[in-house]
């Protein structure tokens, strides 16, 4: 069974950092990209990043570039990603997804995403 799980959410002050997790089980992850994804309040769900199987590649957002970092470690039948986010905003507060696309593209549409994660709170306090 595929799951994915989202770890590390809290409540920060502006300027903050926080690092989010991801672990993926029940699939032989090592073959597929990964991704994070957000949604604030009253928005719809935005790409943040994705990263290759390998973690050799990785895309990420304008307007995240330069402040977060996502990595992976791959073992067998599990995958994980971490998000670093540091220079935390206000406009960062939302719940943010992780998702996998078995196809192994590197997308930042949603729609190319074939699992989901629960999703984890961000909230950045001014």
């Known amino acids: 069974q595929v799951r994915l799980v989202e770890s590390g959410g809290g409540t920060v002050q502006a300027g903050g950092s926080l690092r989010l997790s991801c672990a993926g089980s029940?699939?032989?992850?090592?073959?597929?990209?990964m991704a994070w994804f957000r949604q604030g309040p009253g928005k719809e769900r935005e790409f943040v990043s994705v990263?290759?199987?390998?973690?050799?590649?990785?895309?990420?957002a304008d307007s995240v570039k330069g402040r977060f970092t996502m990595s992976r470690a791959n073992a067998e039948n599990k995958s994980t990603v971490h998000l670093q986010m540091n220079s935390l905003t206000p406009e960062d507060t939302a719940v943010y997804y992780c998702?996998?696309?078995?196809?192994?593209?590197?997308?930042?549409?949603?729609?190319?995403?074939?699992?989901w994660g629960q999703g984890t709170q961000v909230t950045v306090s001014s």
């Open positions: 029940g699939r032989t992850y090592s073959r597929y990209s």
């Open positions: 998702a996998v696309s078995w196809r192994g593209i590197m997308s930042s549409e949603k729609d190319d995403y074939d699992a």
């Open positions: 990263i290759s199987w390998s973690g050799g590649r990785t895309s990420y």
